[in-house]
């Protein structure tokens, strides 16, 4: 028997009404697809085609019309289901008076995370995203490539299963634009389900394994990218470079068999492999720049066993404390500050005077300065005696 979908629709409808409960627009009309467990699914179209109020249903941010729909076999109004889920969504809603760290900090509070790992986590998620140099910049203060990246970095807060993404390059420039496709490819590489909901598909074509595209709420087309794509009406022949008098045989070929000329160009890159390339060679020069910076390798919780066996590790040597050694008394155990002399010093001021011998009138060499004062005795008078004074008395 097959796994259960993760999210399952079957005849979706959402109609939007009036004040007066007429129907004034069916934003999803009918559609049926199923989302699987750890494949990274994209749900394309031009804008106002229905990806974002078909997001908030799974949400559970809008209720259905009609039709039915589950996302891990339960409604998407369950609350248990909430904490399995990461969103981001199409718009940044941030706290502007809140700096990246505190935001971060706030949702991994939401998921009711221990301090020591939501310690761990933003230092891993803000480094990633390239936040890490300006992460106690409050949020309005940030470019909206910027907020971009912060909001990424919320919705992965309590590493999801289901993860969520409306239009998740909007605002970012090429380098945030690949690393968020790096980072779709790696998580679907670990297992994690994704919704990658777009409109620009250039963005989404190397990162989804099946995809739909809605248009007026009705699915168009479906299937993966290669069933989609691939054009039967031409076949493309890669080889190293020909010369002219090869290229003038192929044509003769081609014309005996009634096809037309071989059409010859130099393959070119792409303009954003040229641009990410000064990029990375404008970094490696330590070309300064107040914006984000590059993002560090994938947080460890997000990275599977690998990341989980790192951390406990981790751990285990933090707990680990140094044996002390038997005959090694514990005072020298503690770290000397830097005011230890200063300390003793004043400890040895103020401790009284050992006792003078019997039958002896000489001043001991190491009676306090204080004490002298106290007694009022001076180089040339001599010190009364206390215990004859009080009997005259």
């Known amino acids: 028997m097959s796994e259960a979908p993760i999210v399952l629709s079957q005849g979706l ?26 494949e990274v699914f994209g749900l394309l179209g031009p804008n106002g085609s229905g990806k ?13 019309t009609s039709g039915r729909l589950a996302v891990f076999g339960k409604s998407p109004q369950d609350v248990s289901i909430k904490k399995r889920i990461g969103y981001l969504p199409e718009e940044s809603y941030l706290y502007p008076f809140l700096n990246a760290r505190e935001t971060l900090d706030y949702y991994a509070k939401l998921f009711q995370l221990d301090g020591a790992v939501r310690r761990r986590r933003i230092d891993e998620l803000l480094d990633m995203v390239g936040l890490s140099n300006v992460q106690h910049r409050q949020v ?16 992965l807060i309590n590493d999801p299963e289901l993860l969520i993404l409306d239009e998740p390059t909007t605002g970012l420039d090429p380098i945030g634009n690949r690393q968020v496709k790096d980072l779709i490819d790696m998580l679907g590489r670990r297992g994690k389900t994704i919704i990658l909901s777009s409109h620009l598909l250039s963005d989404v074509e190397d990162c989804v394994d099946r995809l739909v595209i809605l248009y007026g ?3 168009r087309a479906e299937g993966t990218c290669d069933s989609l794509l691939e054009s039967r009406e031409k076949v493309v022949l890669e080889t190293d470079a020909l010369d002219p008098q090869t290229i003038g045989e192929i044509n003769g070929v081609l014309e005996r068999h009634a096809r037309s000329h071989a059409r010859v160009s130099r393959p070119r890159q792409r303009l954003e ?13 330590r070309v300064a720049t107040s914006g984000a910076q590059h993002g560090g390798r994938t947080a460890s919780f997000l990275e599977g066993e690998a990341g989980g066996a790192a951390l406990i590790e981790n751990l285990v040597e933090a707990n ?3 044996a002390m050694p038997a005959d090694r008394p514990r005072e020298a ?11 003793s010093s004043l400890s040895a001021a103020t401790k009284p005077a050992a006792p003078a011998p019997e ?9 306090s300065v204080i004490g002298s004062l106290l007694d009022g005795a001076g180089p040339d008078k001599p010190k009364s005696d206390g215990a004859t004074e009080n009997r005259g008395r």
């Open 273 to 285: 492999d040229l641009f990410i390339g000064l990029v990375e060679k404008a970094q490696s020069d």
């Open 13 to 38: 409808t959402k109609l939007f009404k009036d004040f007066w409960l007429r129907d004034r627009a069916r934003a999803v009309d009918g559609i049926n697809f199923e989302v699987r467990r750890g």
């Open 359 to 367: 039958n002896t009138g000489a001043v001991e060499p190491d009676q």
């Open 140 to 155: 309005r203060e940030y470019s909206k490539g910027m907020q971009r990246r912060i909001g990424i970095a919320q919705a």
């Open 52 to 64: 974002s109020t078909t997001i908030k249903m799974i949400l559970g941010l809008l209720r259905k």
């Open 217 to 219: 709420g009705k699915i």
């Open 333 to 343: 155990m503690k770290p000397a500050g830097p005011d230890q002399s200063l300390l």
């Open 320 to 322: 680990q404390q140094p």
